[in-house]
């Protein structure tokens, strides 16, 4: 199922205009950490550098009875209005009359510089761009690229929602959806220091990504002719929503029960983002025919096994991490870290072996080896850092602060524990789209397989 070509132009707008801002809003986020004058400098003309970037991917993709320049503009004015959420953080002023007068003038220059950025940068991909590139732009799948840029969208959310906790800064801000008094979008910068900069720092995450969200589940109806996909991003949407809601209530109400439940929910939420891009990816939408093989049934079972595995891990995980409490009022639960320990050797030994088959016994199909080499590759990784996090967050004396190295390891291994159940639920779905169960007949030759 190809894109319609009259909703090309708006699908390459979306994916690269998207692209650009979450580059900027990560490269942002590291330079709001205060990592010192001159990093802080370089870090804001990089993210500067991402519109050049971003309108030079635009540019270069541009199909030869376009003009590269106004796919820049495009890109530039996608992600200027996306920025408007970080807007308000800047207006000073005492009072609203001031304040308006403010935003008007930084909203004026965010599209300003945002659209003659993207604009140098797309007529110079443009210029550089062989004729071939160009002509192929049309055949590309810019909404598939839109969709997994809305994953790493989610992605990033996790990361900023590790670094809350292993930074106890949950509550630092103790009122929602106001943020100390103030309308959340217009939270000064300025005030934004230590805990409180973290946490208000995600909740501005999430509102880009209820945006991308949104803009996801409207695009469904454009580019999509799939009913159930929409159906799903629709569903994507709503727990997206429940998930802004657990959050703030968490904050509220000072629950441990809503922060589990916000946690786990984000890394489902994740995952399936990550299925979404690959529904809407071009390998999925294509003709190529179901392999049909005894050992099918099998692996589509595994599959789905280890997805319930991760779940259940990943819900140990968080049981024990908001649980623990502080070291002046022992004793920490450690009962969930003890079975999150115990459980952590079979869903290794599942995802090696769940992976190793995926690699081995289907090497001439697309994405399968891949995904099953890389989980074997993430499920150690994963083992070493939940080791090294373990260790850290116990050195820790009782009236120390959280160290850096704690927050870093922590952190990691929440995020690495995303990529996990993320990867295992592409072969979950790849299975299901490549692979179909077939019995095996007794008559026929070894290696020959029963007509579907």
Known sequence: MREPHIYQHRGRTLAIGFATTVAMWAVAYVSMMKPGLVMGEVLFGVTLACLLAGGFIAGRNTSPHERPWLAGLKVG????????????????????????????????????????????????????????????????????????????TVFLLLITGGLVTGLEAGLAVPDWPNSFGHNMLLYPLSEMVGGIYYEHAHRLYGMLVGVTCITLTVSMFIFEKRAWLRVLAIGVLLAVCLQGYMGGHRVVKESIALAIAHGVLGQIVFATFIAIAAFTSATWKSDRAMLAAPSAATDRKFSLILVVLLILQLVLGALYRHLRRDYNNPPEPLHPLYTHIFMAMFVTMAAVFIGGRSWSKYRDLPVLPTVGKWLMLTVGTQLLLGTIAMFVAWARTPDSDIPVVEVVFTTMHQATGALLLAMATLLMVWTRRLLKPVAITANLPTGEHAPA
Do not use: D, H
Not at 115 to 137: K, N, Q
């Open 77 to 152: 004015i996608v992600s200027a209005s996306l920025n408007l959420l970080l807007i308000g953080s800047l207006l000073g002023g005492e009072t609203q009359e001031e304040k308006l007068i403010q935003g008007i003038w930084w909203a004026l220059g965010a599209y300003g510089v945002s659209i003659a950025l993207a604009t140098i940068g797309a007529a110079a991909g443009g210029a550089l761009a062989p004729s071939e590139v160009r002509s192929a732009s049309a055949s590309r799948n810019w909404f598939g690229l839109f969709t997994a840029v809305a994953a790493v």
